[in-house]
């Protein structure tokens, strides 16, 4: 429970954000009526400006003056929810995609001023009744302090009708506050039920460790929450991102007749889904920080299990031997070409074997162009010149087109050789069967990593792909790709080496002497 000194700091908090909304949304006083008509007809059908308009506090950065304009996504997020009266959806976005400042605030009071008022009761279900609370205390901010908005579609605020957690405003359109497994029940406000239900952000961490509770709580949205519409009539909407593969949002979204919108912080196409807020490099920087499998589970609704095939207590550090005592070094490159993206990885890994011991000496593990990945491989054979070790150099045979090599020959003709590249020819089975096939190894300790790259973040950027394998994987996976190659070649070339062939009788329970 809040304490008193919380509720108070939470309070000029709010006074504070509403002063700046105030301060925020100055008008024209010079505006003409038939100016202001005109604007209100545009807004009310075009999204992007009605953001742009009535809230400049969200949008301008008030220290560099510059405008973070909607994301593609949040139009066709709003066009889809104005336009199906009776939407059941998910809306499944990144973090700091700004999922509850559209779907919480901009798009119910777009819907509400609309010149057939699409909004009659909101209802905004949030984590814990204080969570939600806080939450709606946006949404009530703007009503009764964006002048912009006031000016245009008249008075909200309902003296004597504006609580915390649950108000009306002067056109008699209801807002309620719920918490994750209150009591909908009976909502209403005169003769309407909810027509808008929004839930926002309801897993985490702790509730996605229970199936059981993550079961009873989809039962509850399914149940309680759902029934709190007319006969199933109205908007019904969940967001967040995907935190874990068992988890109220994934069972939402599973369901029939749900519409989905999974939006991740790098598109398809391998481009910032927000261009106008994030740059690549800024995005990259992120991933850096979080690491792998925190930032596909946060910014590209991948949650992993982490040792569904390897596990972190069978990564072991080790100081690398004399290069000169490797009987075989294999270089093994997956460069996952696709097109020109420079969002893909890349991976080149450097293995060895001493005696039994398999060593991951170097990796490089980026997103990055062909070009700079060519690089590091010339960089690479050059320092093995200088080390004086012979290096084995693999890259799967379907690579070995002309729009890789092309990248190898460029650089070639300006170091005035060739990389001896011969091309991986296996007929391989399925890749999570060849890599799966390979772990043993890593558990039973003959797999040590070379502790001078123990602070590599290319090295790093493998292990945490490497951890994060799994079976029908989304993510990426062309560290352990590209380790199971080189893996295979050394294993190959051991056993061929190793065995020697005996000819004549050979010994049996028949033919043996006693």
């Known amino acids: 429970m809040a304490t008193k000194a919380n509720i108070n700091e939470t309070l000029e908090r709010w006074k504070k954000h509403c002063e700046t909304v105030q301060n925020s949304t100055t008008i024209n006083v010079a505006e003409t009526e038939k100016e202001k008509l005109a604007r209100i007809k545009k807004v009310r059908g075009d999204y992007a400006a009605f953001v742009d308009y009535y809230f400049p506090h969200y949008t301008i950065n008030p220290e560099t003056g510059k405008t973070t304009p909607c994301a593609d996504f949040h139009i066709k997020a709003a066009n889809k929810v104005k336009k199906e009266r009776n939407l059941?959806?998910?809306?499944?976005?990144?973090?700091?995609?700004?999922?509850?400042?559209?779907?919480?605030i901009f798009i119910p009071l777009w819907l509400k001023c609309q010149e057939v008022k699409q909004l009659n009761v909101m209802v905004l279900v949030g984590k814990s009744e204080d969570n939600a609370n806080t939450l709606l205390a946006d949404i009530q901010a703007e009503l009764q302090f964006n002048q912009r908005y006031i000016h245009d579609f008249g008075q909200q605020y309902n003296n004597g009708s504006w609580e915390d957690g649950e108000f009306v405003t002067k056109d008699g359109t209801a807002f309620f506050a719920r918490g994750r497994g209150q009591s909908p029940r009976g909502l209403r406000y005169r003769s309407h039920r909810p027509d808008y239900i929004v839930i926002d952000d309801l897993d985490d961490d702790e509730l996605c460790e229970s199936p059981a509770r993550v079961t009873r709580l989809t039962n509850w949205v399914k149940e309680a929450l759902f029934g709190a519409l007319d006969g199933g009539r109205g908007r019904f909407i969940m967001v967040g991102n995907l935190i874990a593969k068992n988890s109220v949002l994934a069972n939402i979204a599973a369901t029939d007749g749900v519409h989905v919108s999974q939006v991740n912080i790098w598109d398809k196409d391998g481009n910032v889904s927000w261009g106008a807020k994030w740059t690549p490099d800024e995005v990259k920087a992120i991933e850096r920080f979080q690491g792998y499998r925190s930032f596909q589970k946060e910014y590209m609704n991948n949650p992993i299990t982490e040792g569904a095939v390897f596990r972190q207590d069978w990564i072991k550090w080790g100081k690398l031997p004399d290069l000169k005592k490797f009987e075989e070094l294999i270089l093994y490159i997956d460069p996952s070409f696709k097109g020109t993206t420079k969002n893909d990885y890349k991976a080149a890994k450097l293995w060895g074997k001493v005696g039994s011991q398999l060593w991951h000496i170097k990796a490089f593990v980026r997103q990055c162009s062909v070009a700079e990945m060519v690089r590091w491989l010339y960089d690479l054979y050059e320092w093995s010149l200088q080390k004086n070790i012979a290096i084995k150099w693999y890259m799967e045979a379907n690579f070995m087109q002309d729009t890789i090599l092309d990248e190898f020959r460029r650089e070639g003709d300006l170091r005035g050789y060739q990389l001896p590249i011969s091309g991986d020819k296996r007929k391989k089975p399925d890749k999570f069967q060849r890599v799966e096939a390979i772990s043993?190894?890593?558990?039973?300790?003959?797999?040590?990593?070379?502790?001078?790259?123990?602070?590599?973040?290319?090295?790093?950027?493998?292990?945490?792909?490497?951890?994060?394998?799994?079976?029908?994987?989304?993510?990426?996976?062309?560290?352990?790709?590209?380790?199971e190659g080189a893996i295979w070649y050394l294993q190959k070339h051991t056993r061929v080496n190793s065995f020697t062939p005996s000819f004549g009788r050979r010994n049996n329970a028949k033919n043996i002497l006693w």
């Open 88 to 104: 059941k959806a998910v809306f499944r976005w990144h973090r700091g995609a700004a999922k509850s400042t559209h779907l919480d």
């Open 440 to 483: 043993p190894l890593w558990e039973r300790g003959f797999v040590t990593y070379n502790e001078d790259e123990k602070n590599d973040p290319d090295m790093l950027a493998g292990i945490d792909q490497t951890l994060a394998f799994e079976k029908g994987m989304r993510g990426h996976d062309d560290a352990p790709d590209a380790d």
